[in-house]
């Protein structure tokens, strides 16, 4: 449905380069990125408020990188909303369809399915200060899909919002993609949200797209270590794979490529990167890679379990994991204190082979 090409773009000193991305009709696609990524600008590209120095944007097969944005047919929703605070949620909703010389008959009939669609029928006639953050989120949804966009784009819709609010929001968006069909694009840098939403999502770093595939697939096989950590993995340790085709890694020995989720085919520099669930304190002796004696440097609680960071006798690397499964309370009879000596084993599941850079 939508297809970007080689687009690149320079804002300030800022660039996009070369940024491919093909949306199908009735995708949810979700751009992950940390702040500073240029999520927001390439959303604004595919709205047509920037103008790309180079390669174009096409929508159904059409070229449509030098089309005005109100007449690409997108609707919009800002981060903070942007509702117009002198209007009632009814006069908000309906904007769209008023500056398109749209029938009052028809304005009320959309307007009114809309807000029966959001639940929100209640407060037509309420002003944007009146409402809540769920509600304000609601109204700007129904604004966006009033006119019937060919596609519904986001802008980071639920990071002003409380944990709970946003968990039911991001319900209210599957909701929507499912029952209306809408093809969306949405940015956040939230991996809980992207993994909640997203059929296909892509990775953001420095004006640059540096992996796409389902949730499923990136977190599985996480090129690189900014994906890795973006993932939420948050330990390395330097790996090589040698002229010979060895792989050998810092504490491991030489590792057996049946255990790894990716194995790259060239010689070099690597790191060897696995999730703290692939930890374990105290573990059975039939399913570890390796174990290690040594000492618990910090411990919190992180929603609610044990959490762990582990000095291991190698230069300048900790291991940091999380203790939650009963089978590993049963067999260490108290939570970690910092100082205290543990044994730790990597299980033989979940390992990644990543690019050093």
């Not at 959303?43 to 944007?57: H, K, M, S, Y």
């Not at 309420?126 to 509600?135: A, H, I, K």
């Not at 070099?268 to 004696?293: H, M, N, T």
């Not at 230069?315 to 260490?332: G, K, L, M, W, Y």
Request: charged residues 25%.
């Amino acid at each position: 449905m939508l297809r970007l090409e080689n687009i690149s773009l320079r804002i300030g000193g800022f660039c996009l380069e070369s940024i491919n991305l093909h949306i199908r009709q009735g995708e949810y696609r979700v751009i992950l990125g940390p702040t500073g990524a240029g999520k927001t600008i390439l959303l604004e590209t595919i709205a047509g408020l920037n103008r790309p120095q180079q390669g174009t944007i096409s929508l159904s097969g059409k070229n449509i990188t030098a089309i005005a944005p109100e007449k690409r047919h997108f609707g919009m929703v800002y981060q903070d909303y942007a509702l117009f605070p002198h209007l009632s949620v009814f006069h908000n909703i309906a904007f769209s369809l008023q500056i398109q010389g749209t029938e009052k008959k028809i304005i009320r009939q959309k307007v009114g399915r809309m807000a029966e669609f959001f639940r929100i029928s209640h407060l037509l006639k309420r002003l944007p200060q009146n409402l809540s953050g769920g509600e304000c989120q609601r109204v700007a949804l129904a604004r966006a899909l009033v006119a019937d966009p060919a596609m519904l784009l986001l802008d980071e819709p639920l990071s002003a919002l409380d944990r709970l609010t946003r968990d039911r929001l991001q319900v209210e968006l599957q909701r929507v993609h499912r029952q209306l069909g809408i093809t969306v694009f949405h940015i956040t840098h939230d991996l809980d949200e992207a993994f909640f939403l997203a059929d296909r999502m892509a990775v953001m770093q420095d004006g640059r797209i540096v992996q796409q595939g389902t949730p499923r697939e990136i977190a599985r096989r996480p090129k690189t270590e900014f994906v890795a950590k973006l993932m939420g993995l948050k330990n390395f340790l330097p790996a090589r794979i040698t002229t010979e085709g060895l792989i050998k890694a810092q504490g491991l020995g030489t590792l057996n490529p049946d255990i790894l989720q990716t194995i790259p085919q060239e010689a070099g520099d690597y790191l060897v990167s696995f999730p703290d669930q692939a930890v374990e304190i105290a573990p059975a002796q039939d399913d570890k890679l390796y174990c290690w004696q040594g000492m618990a440097r910090i411990t919190e609680m992180c929603r609610g379990r044990d959490r762990v960071d582990f000095k291991l006798a190698l230069p300048d690397n900790t291991i940091i994991f999380t203790a939650c499964s009963q089978r590993e309370t049963d067999r260490f009879p108290c939570s970690p204190v910092p100082g205290m000596e543990i044994e730790i084993g990597i299980m033989k599941k979940g390992l990644h082979l990543l690019a050093a850079k």
